[in-house]
């Protein structure tokens, strides 16, 4: 049973199994045509528990006509222009191509002795990425699997360098002034943050919520308020988080403003990048996160904005020193006195993809203009798609985008919110239900919106057209029913 091993012994059927798997998501993909097969879980849920994992069925044609079953046949598609939900890309070729060496050289990014040049790729991609953003010399960074992970180390090295200032009392039990400490950041960021806090040990309060601006923006005047109101009550502020493109409204804060009160109050700057990460390689929009240079460290998501497959992330931190906040030695893996470069004294992984092979082939095939003009497509199209809902009496708005989100409802005039708050999600379970268009909802203030996110630049304007006609049929079907219920 040898001949499963990936060697150079078993390079045919290598090439033959692939051959099968390629031709099989080659047919399955070109008879995709919508985002999802519009199925419930109890279907599939059943089709997954019948397979007998004891049993194997050791052919692999059979295996993948099983595989269609419980997965392929009701996969959400990404690359379908009406799927319009998540922040989740389309991805490109030369991704998947680098893929192909990813899995079957399996180098792992640890130490020089699992990847050899993989380490060094890694590291110019790092440099490239805080060359882009425009920090100096001085940086460095990691590869991570997400943009959780990259928030998560980004505020761990925080956390280090806060107990190293002048703040934290040592002859306080550290258990305690960890419950001192603070991250600032708007209400709209994202919830890894407080995830972080807690894994960090900082307790439940750590997440001081600065208030937003119209715009869904952090304001810089209750940031630093706040700064200041948590010095005077005795704790310390260990860290603000600035978000370049939030989850639901891709808001940017105002990154330089954020960067002065950090800088008058000598406070980390993290700066969570990981959806408006590619306005670092547009060309018509890069402004947009200008200021992102003064930050201690950035989160970027290459998973999301640069089209890559899942996993892709970096974390991108000002002085590459400061990542001795995750070193740790052992003897059989990184001893002190190893000469070679790693990348494991940088990580929180030990075993780690080469994920930055990717963005690698990605580069080097299409460069990063393509993959910025990609962003700029779906943003052009996220303006032509705000303009189409603030025309529309059927409909309201949030705000005007500023990456490629949309925030809006179905809310046709003389329908009171208390409605559209039940209408707006039923409409959105029922289009999952038909699987012909894919969209996500959120809450705002306490009501129910529906929201577009953009990320395939080969969605149109007549695929927005189209399901927001699609959104409002079923709308006025469910108001109907409720009328008739009201009579009735
Ligand atoms: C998506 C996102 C994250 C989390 O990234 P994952 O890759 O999903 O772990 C963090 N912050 C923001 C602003 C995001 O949009």
Known sequence: MRHHLFNARNLDRYRDDMTSGLDALVGHVAGVTQPFSGTGVPSVAHRVAEVDLDQPLGDLDAVIDEMRTVYLDDAVWFHEPRYLAHLNCPVVIPALVAELFVSAVNSSLDTWDQSAGGTLVERRLVDWAAGRIGFGE???????????????????????????????????????????????????SHFSVQKSANVLGLGLDAVVTVPTDDRHRMDPWLLDAEITRARAAGLIPMAVVATAGTTDFGSI???????????????????????????????????????????????????????????????????????????????????????????????????????????????????????????????????????????????????????????????????????????NPRIRRTIAGRGNAVIAGTVVDGRAWLKFTLLNPETTADDLRAVLDLIREIGRELLDELRAEARG
């Open 253 to 423: 804060d105002p990154l330089n403003r954020v960067a002065d009160v950090c800088a008058d109050h000598g406070v980390w700057l993290h700066v969570d990048a990981a959806y408006g990460g590619g306005l670092l390689v547009s060309t018509r929009r890069r402004h947009l996160i200008d200021g992102v240079e003064r930050a201690d460290s950035v989160t970027i998501d290459f998973h999301k904005t640069f089209f890559q497959p899942v996993s892709s992330s970096a974390v991108i931190v000002r002085r590459g020193d400061d990542l001795r906040h995750v070193t740790y030695h052992a003897d059989y893996l990184n001893p002190r006195s190893a000469a070679l470069p790693n990348q494991v004294d940088k990580s929180l992984q030990t075993t780690r993809r080469f994920d930055a092979l990717k963005l690698w082939l990605t580069l080097r095939v299409m460069g990063a203009d393509a993959i910025g003009d990609y962003l700029d497509d779906v943003i052009d199209l996220a303006h032509v798609g705000h303009g189409l809902l603030r025309d529309d009496p059927d409909f309201e708005v949030v705000v005007a985008p500023t990456l490629s989100t949309l925030v809006f409802r179905f809310r046709p005039a003389g329908v009171p919110e208390g409605i559209a708050d039940e209408v």
């Open 138 to 188: 001085e940086a460095d960074g990691v590869f991570t699997s997400g943009g959780t992970q990259s928030n998560l180390q980004a505020l761990l090295v925080a956390r280090g360098q806060a107990y190293l200032s002048g703040d934290a009392d040592p002859a306080e039990p550290l258990a305690q002034t960890l419950t001192r400490f603070r991250i600032f950041a708007s209400r709209d």
